[in-house]
């Protein structure tokens, strides 16, 4: 038993440096997190506007890509613009969808927000 919590907290790590390393390449920082499946991650620069509804316009254009980032009104956050990113998934679907991010961002662009 001590083997799979090895090898499961081992992966955990390497998925959570492997989506923080792209992200900050992206321009995207992110909160660490010590005990976590999943980042904190800033896209305020993504909104168009500093509210919640440019926040859920940006997650509805994020799916629209094929990525599901959790906006953090859903977790009661004060300030519009951050996202969790879960990592726990298998490393393949995490790349795939590190890639789509950074493609929705590049088509999205950023917007001086106010």
Not at 12 to 17: N, V
Not at 32 to 61: Q, W
Request: hydrophobic letters at 40%; proline letters at 4%; a positive charge.
């Amino acid at each position: 038993m001590q083997s799979f919590h090895e090898k499961n907290i081992g992966r955990l790590a390497e998925h959570s440096e492997l989506a923080r390393t792209a992200l900050a390449k992206m321009g995207i920082s992110c909160v660490p997190s010590d005990a976590a499946f999943y980042l904190y991650c800033d896209f305020r620069e993504y909104l168009t506007e500093r509210s919640f509804t440019a926040e859920y316009a940006l997650f509805r254009k994020l799916c629209a890509e094929g990525v599901y980032l959790s906006p953090g009104k859903f977790f009661a956050d004060p300030e519009p613009g951050w996202m969790r990113l879960v990592f726990s998934l298998d490393k393949q679907q995490l790349v795939e969808a590190l890639s789509r991010i950074e493609k929705a961002l590049q088509k999205i662009g950023k917007h001086p927000t106010k």
